[in-house]
């Protein structure tokens, strides 16, 4: 059974730009999370879907957004990227209330 | 306002010893518990989960204990193998109201050979 997917590995870009980031969850899990991971701050939650829908919210400013597809797959998109941004981007994806398991991440530099 | 505390960022412990990883909570809606172990550039692995209605679980070397009344958990790692290094974040959710898991902010673990 694949495992999580996130795409691509690594990444750079300029302040002011914007990013797209991509997870392919576990095959039958309906749940995407995503969170930040920056040194000090252990992982931030940002959003996750269930069923094309947000159904919870982190605290994030609105550049941050994200969506699910029917096929589970999920994308988040930062815009006007910001040095501060600069971080390990991850995904999650579980079963209903179960334990989550986690994609290898995308690191994001801003430069 | 952090719901799950994870007080001390690094522990050194002997090979061979006990590592034992402590997590307080916050948030009496809380009724289920995780460990995840992260290794450098890589997401984190699920280690084990306690359910609020025990008070331990275990899995090989790995350990839970759920103190519910003091809102503190804890994982026991015996014996400790050098692999073991790496972080270990604590986490938690509410099953029934389909919460989001909440981290602690992890405790860096170093296996001295």
């Known amino acids: 059974k694949a495992g999580v997917t996130q795409t691509p590995r690594y990444l750079i870009k300029t302040r002011g730009q914007q990013v797209t980031l991509s997870c392919s969850p576990i095959s039958g899990h309906r749940s995407v999370s995503w969170y930040q991971q920056t040194p000090g701050q252990g992982l931030q939650f940002l959003f996750e879907y269930f069923s094309e829908t947000q159904r919870n919210k982190g605290n994030f400013p609105g550049r941050f957004s994200g969506r699910q597809f029917s096929n589970s797959r999920s994308e988040m998109n930062v815009s006007t990227l910001e040095l501060g941004d600069s971080a390990l981007y991850l995904c999650?994806?579980?079963?209903?209330?179960?334990?989550?398991?986690f994609g290898q991440g995308t690191r994001l530099t801003v430069v | 306002d952090q719901q799950v505390k994870q007080n001390s960022p690094s522990l050194s412990v002997q090979e061979g010893r006990i590592s034992i990883l402590n997590c307080d909570y916050t948030n009496s809606m809380f009724d289920y518990f995780l460990w995840y172990k992260k290794y450098p550039a890589e997401g984190p692995t699920f280690l084990i989960s306690i359910s609020s209605i025990k008070d331990k679980n275990e899995d090989g070397r790995f350990t839970v204990f759920l103190n519910k009344s003091a809102k503190h958990l804890s994982l026991h790692i015996v014996p400790s193998q050098p692999g073991d290094s790496a972080v270990y974040f604590c986490?938690?959710?509410?099953?029934?109201?389909?919460?989001?898991?909440?981290f602690g902010t992890g405790t860096r673990l170093t296996i001295i050979p």
């Open positions: 999650a994806s579980s079963l209903a209330n179960t334990e989550a398991f």
């Open positions: 986490a938690a959710t509410s099953r029934e109201g389909n919460e989001k898991l909440t």
